[in-house]
Nanobody, 125 residues
């Protein structure tokens, strides 16, 4: 059974940093690309970042490019999202995402097969 457990969210001031983690189990983590999405109150869930199986390719939403960095440790079955220069607009619940099919890179919600429970990130102004 696929399990994705996010952690690392919290309250931070504008300009601050957070590092999110996603512990994965129940599947061969190193064989699939992974992604991060977020959902702010009253808004649809949106793509944030994705990373290929071997971490050689990364994708970012324009809104986070240059501020966020996605990474993974296949030995630890863990996905990360380093978030720097945070803004109030980054306030959302952040979700770890496993693709619906092994060779998909999850950049749209329709690409996602499993979600974590989410971790809240709140950026105060």
């Amino acid at each position: 059974q696929v399990q994705l457990v996010e952690s690392g969210g919290g309250l931070v001031q504008t300009g601050g940093s957070l590092r999110l983690s996603c512990a994965a189990s129940g599947f061969t983590f190193s064989s699939v690309s992974m992604g991060w999405f977020r959902q702010a109150p009253g808004k649809e869930r949106e793509f944030v970042s994705a990373i290929s199986r071997s971490a050689d390719i990364a994708y970012y939403a324009d809104s986070v490019k240059g501020r966020f960095t996605i990474s993974r440790d296949n030995a630890k079955n863990t996905l990360y999202l380093q978030m720097n220069s945070l803004k109030p607009d980054d306030t959302a619940v952040y979700y770890c995402a496993q693709p619906r099919r092994p060779f998909f890179i999850p950049r749209q919600t329709n690409d996602v097969g499993s979600w974590g429970q989410g971790t809240q990130v709140t950026v105060s102004s």
